[in-house]
């Protein structure tokens, strides 16, 4: 046990609807990161929040949003969905926002558009 | 960011010794390597990170050779749970904006 807690573990919808996964890091840790893993484009990481603050950014879509609350737990918003959107998403903290080499990684949420 | 090769898969037998290189051949000076390891629907998980030389952990050793463009990382006595992908990562960890880039890592099996 990571420590991170991710919420639902399974989420199925529509195409077109929206959805938020949440993401609650280890006691004391000030980042959290969103990473998206799906069968053809491997694990991606998404984008990172500090303290309240977005800190970087990765290949993340216009339609993809997320923010990080004063109780640092965080919230992914997908909206519009798509078919490819179905892929397990992955929340991870650790405790500075450059600690790129250890991060605490959660159990992920299953996300299926149909 | 540099960019990493691993074999796509391995096979070993319980007890054994496990050996998984990464070549790194962009390395650069402020880069440092770390291995994820990943179960099937599982988020990955952190074994070791080392910057040159030899790394030793509880679980694993990270080998990196002088010219730094490539790492080993060796797992003693593998049993049948290690079975799982295996990330080489590189990267500034710094300067980086803390972000992890993963590659196609390598599916280990242990078989009996």
């Known amino acids: 046990d990571s420590g991170v807690t991710q919420t639902p573990k399974h989420l199925i919808t529509a195409t077109g609807q929206r959805v938020t996964l949440r993401c609650s890091p280890r006691?004391?840790?000030?980042?959290v990161y969103w990473y998206q893993q799906s069968l053809d484009q491997g694990l991606q990481f998404l984008i990172q929040?500090?303290?309240?603050?977005?800190?970087a950014k990765g290949n993340i879509l216009e339609r993809f949003s997320a923010q990080q609350f004063p109780d640092l737990h965080s919230e992914l918003n997908l909206s519009s969905l798509e078919l490819g959107d179905s892929a397990l998403y992955f929340c991870?903290?650790?405790?500075?926002?450059?600690?790129?080499?250890?991060?605490?990684f959660g159990p992920g949420t299953r996300l299926t558009v149909t | 960011l540099a960019k990493t090769t691993q074999p796509i898969s391995m096979d070993s037998y319980e007890g054994q010794e496990v050996n998984i290189t990464c070549s790194h051949n962009?390395?650069?000076?402020?880069?440092?390597i770390t291995w994820y390891q990943q179960f099937p629907s599982q988020g990955p998980r952190f074994i070791i990170q080392?910057?040159?030389t030899k790394v030793t952990n509880e679980v694993a050793s990270l080998f990196i050779p002088a010219d730094r463009k490539s790492s080993t990382l060796s797992l003693p006595r593998v049993s049948l749970s290690d079975t799982a992908v295996y990330y080489c990562?590189?990267?500034?960890?710094?300067?980086?904006?803390?972000?992890?880039?993963f590659g196609q890592g390598t599916e280990l099996s242990v078989k009996p």
């Open positions: 991870a903290s650790s405790v500075a926002p450059l600690a790129g080499g250890e991060q605490y």
């Open positions: 006691s004391g840790d000030l980042s």
């Open positions: 990562l590189v990267g500034d960890p710094f300067n980086q904006g803390g972000k992890l880039i």
């Open positions: 080392g910057y040159k």
């Open positions: 962009n390395i650069a000076t402020n880069d440092y």
């Open positions: 929040y500090y303290n309240g603050e977005e800190r």
